[in-house]
């Protein structure tokens, strides 16, 4: 079984049937744990080996947004086969110790991760976090593609891929 085929057998229980409400609003008959699936040995190191993968090889930082994207880049970081640091943006900087929005190792040329793309919101504000700190976003990466938010990052001429996508709850492996 080749690694994307273990990858979506393996998210299958992290798929859920019943009404359940998205970030933004809408509601939807399905919904992809991704927190769950990142949070098991298995989906951490398949999830970041091959995340690793779609990485430019000088991208040696990996970051996204909290709290999604912290179990996504604490993966990339421990399973990648080129050595890459991770830092987290916060909804709002902290208002006590070093005051940061940012967290971790910010350097100057960084990937995105996220564990669900959907619309997207939440990795645009973190990208637009991370350029106001002065670094430049060479590459997006989710973990599951499920909606319109891919598009919308290429949209804004950003790098964007995934690792398996999910329609009306199932995985959908890339033909060819």
Known sequence: MDELQAIA????????????????????????NGRAFMLTPEGSTRAGRYIGKLL???VGCVGGPATAA??????????????RTGFYVRPEA?????????????EHQVAIVDDTCYTGDSIIRCIRAVEEAGSVVRQVVSVFDRGDG?????????DYRFVLRIEDGEPILPSG
């Open 56 to 58: 430019a090889d000088d």
């Open 70 to 83: 912290i179990s996504v880049v604490t993966a990339v970081v421990h399973q990648s086969a080129v050595p």
């Open 150 to 158: 891919g598009r919308r990052i290429r949209e804004l001429g950003y």
């Open 9 to 32: 057998e393996f998210v299958r229980p992290h798929i859920h049937r019943g009404r359940f409400v998205l970030e933004d609003g809408q509601t939807t008959n399905w919904y992809v």
């Open 94 to 106: 902290k208002s006590y110790g070093m005051l940061n929005r940012i967290e971790g190792n910010l």
